[in-house]
């Protein structure tokens, strides 16, 4: 489970707060790029999971720790990998950088489970457990 994947993001005015901080929420908004891109990028396409095998992979756990902060017009880089698959569940962790300056801004992490259409949890599929 060591593939890695960055993803950018220009920080923009609407990340911001009144303190030219980026929200915390918008974090998440990120990570869930990040992930959506790591998956495209090893070849999971998330769109046939949803519409041909029926399933959906939603947040089940979402963790992020500040360490500094994200400005207007910064390159943020997000590393992401996949650090745990179980039956259902994996979890993706992410280290997020100033592309400028390679400073530390968050650690976080997201666990999702893989569920059907009567949103019970199930099995992951072979090829995506392959892939990752």
Known sequence: MSKEFS???RVTYADTDQMGVVYYANYFVWLEIARTEFLRFFGVDYRNIEKEKKLALPVIEAYCKYKAPARYDEIIVI???VTQIKNSTLRFDYDIFSK???ELLAVAYTTHVFIDKQRRPVRIPEAVKEIL
């Open 7 to 9: 993803a950018e993001v």
């Open 79 to 81: 590393k992401t990998k």
């Open 100 to 102: 400028d300056s390679n």
